[in-house]
């Protein structure tokens, strides 16, 4: 082995945590020590990949526990590190300026936790009584202050004051560990210094943040690429290279696809290979409760409490702003003035907030059709479509499937899953509504069966049928001479294209609503009972599904299977 390129591979820490949250810790910390010795890549455990961890020099684990969770993943013998945890003490002021003597009570998120606390409290502050808090055992004893490392929200309502002193960084020790492992234990010194540094960085806004809170339901992870989404979607590589050159600018983006085709997954990708991918990624789905939406994105101040919002909690970084599509009128207009000037306020807030963050927004329909329908402001329309990505279907790039299929067995470590040749021809021929998620779906059901390879007749039951259903160009002559003894081909196959983007979008339609897109979309002109004649011979020849009441009428399986033979 040439030892010259053994030198010259980069050294690679993988720090794994459960919580986004405590993984942004722990990785602002060791950037701050190691940032410019060490290649430093963090993962929360849900989003673990078999890759990340064979590309790893050395792993650090945030907890003990967690490595029952990620052991099946270790295929080699790569040094693990569990995290050991001590006091910020640059947050401990407060308690060291109290008068000697005062009892206070640690309250932190579990036993092993609150004990670990309070020990390491007694060491530094001998001149106070710390009492652990459970919350199951009455408290006996008169207590002066509370004491929290980041769990305000554990604190029980005593009418105590509540000092936060931040949560517990790595400690010493650990981070002695890392430097042993990579072999940068030159200077003990410049160690210590750095670690003085790091204690410095994290304490930054405490004060502020102990008023704060942070919606849970926020993305903050570490991206997608690129080059993983390339290797996955071969198909896409044109999409892809137009997304990269897009990334590269500070315009706002615009991604337009049905649902299940990835968008997200585009937009992490994007924000990984933009000028703000060392900032926050964060998305929210916009189709949500309009009031909880407002406040989740600007924030809101409530008496004395301040509960940022998305636009401060991904400051120089992205925003991922999900089905776009959903907002309405007066939110869009104060979303443009955002975006124009830069600048907001919470709400109930009076002080303006400079807004620095890259606009990310999808949707699963176009855009312009609301505008002409009044239902989307025409201005943002113009500002966020200027760079508009469009992500093809699952069925136009069937070829991706196997790729696809190969993607999912690595990253779960399914080696076992594998389909007869029958089988993948259904999962090809499929139509694949629900795009790479319902194929993702049908891939974790099979993956639970006790089979190997999987044949037709464990597929979900609505996929083998497909075997009978692709093959019959006889059958499908027969539907067309039907359907052309009560009207015309041309017109079924409009509405049967209208029901299909409508069921990408998982929206059902009436009579009327049918009979408006067949003007707009398809020029053609339907009286009322025209229109009910074809859907009842289209419900006949089981290519629609009616449903009672306000359900409204969808395209069924067979009817998608039908559309794709005409469209092929």
């Not at 950037?31 to 650090?60: C, H, M, P, S, Y």
């Not at 919606?215 to 993983?228: D, E, G, H, L, S």
């Not at 939110?331 to 890259?358: P, Y």
Request: glycine letters at 4%.
């Amino acid at each position: 082995m040439d030892k010259s390129k053994v030198m010259d591979k980069p050294k690679q820490l993988l720090i794994i945590a459960i919580e986004d949250d405590y993984l942004n810790l722990l990785t602002q910390q060791v950037r701050e020590i190691f940032g410019d010795q060490l290649d430093i890549v963090a993962l929360t455990a849900k989003n673990l990949n078999k890759d990340d961890l064979d590309q790893a020099n050395a792993i650090l684990l945030s907890t003990n526990f967690l490595y029952q969770l990620v052991k099946d993943y270790f295929t080699r013998s790569t040094p693990i590190i569990f995290v050991k945890r001590a006091i910020n003490l640059v947050n401990i002021k407060r308690l060291i300026e109290l008068p000697k003597g005062q009892t206070i009570l640690v309250v932190n998120d579990t036993k092993e936790n609150t004990d670990d606390t309070v020990e390491s409290l007694s060491e530094i502050l001998f001149e106070h009584q710390f009492i652990p808090y459970y919350p199951e055992q009455p408290l006996n004893r008169k207590i002066d202050y509370i004491v929290t490392p980041g769990e305000r929200y554990l604190v029980p309502h005593f009418i105590k004051p509540v000092i936060d002193i931040g949560p517990r960084i790595l400690s010493l020790v650990t981070i002695s560990e890392i430097a042993e492992v990579f072999g940068l234990t030159h200077n003990y010194e410049i160690l210590f210094k750095r670690h003085i540094k790091s204690m410095v960085a994290l304490s930054q806004g405490l004060e502020e943040h102990e008023k704060r809170s942070w919606p849970a339901k926020w993305t903050k992870r570490v991206p997608m690429t690129f080059n993983k989404l390339e290797q996955n979607t071969p198909s896409l590589s044109t999409v892809i290279n137009q997304a990269i050159k897009m990334a590269l600018t500070d315009a706002p983006l615009y991604i337009q696809g049905e649902a299940g085709t990835g968008k997200s997954v585009f937009a992490e990708a994007i924000h990984a290979a933009s000028i703000y991918r060392d900032k926050p990624f964060m998305a929210i789905d916009c189709g949500t409760d309009p009031d909880e939406l407002e406040k989740e994105l600007f924030g809101v101040e409530e008496g004395q409490e301040i509960k940022i919002g998305l636009f401060e909690a991904a400051m120089g970084g992205s925003i991922f702003l999900k089905n776009i599509d959903k907002t309405l009128i007066p939110f869009q207009k104060k979303l443009v003035h955002i975006m124009k000037e830069k600048k907001m306020t919470r709400i109930n807030g009076h002080a303006t907030i400079d807004v620095n963050v890259r606009v990310i927004t999808s949707s699963c329909i176009d855009l312009t059709s609301l505008k002409e329908m009044g239902r989307f402001q025409p201005d943002l329309l113009k500002m966020i479509c200027a760079n508009t990505i469009e992500i093809p279907p699952l069925r136009e790039r069937k070829s991706d499937i196997e790729s696809l299929l190969s993607f999912f067995k690595k990253k779960f470590n399914y080696h076992h899953l594998v389909f007869t040749n029958e089988a993948l021809k259904c999962l090809k021929k499929y139509s694949w509504p629900g795009n790479v998620s319902e194929l993702f779906n049908v891939l974790s059901y099979c993956a639970c069966l006790n089979e190997s390879p999987i044949p037709v007749q464990s597929l979900p039951h609505y996929l083998q049928g497909m075997e009978r259903d692709i093959a019959s160009d006889d059958q499908y002559k027969d539907i067309v001479e039907i359907i052309e003894e009560h009207g015309f081909l041309n017109e079924s196959l409009a509405i049967l294209n209208i029901l299909q983007d409508g069921k990408a979008t998982q929206t059902s339609y009436g009579r009327k609503p049918i009979g408006k897109l067949l003007k707009q979309n398809h020029q053609i002109i339907l009286t009322e009972q025209q229109l009910r004649k074809r859907l009842e011979i289209l419900q006949k020849l089981n290519l629609i599904k009616v449903r009672q009441g306000r359900s409204g009428t969808t395209i069924s399986q067979f009817g998608e299977l039908f559309l794709q033979h005409f469209t092929k």
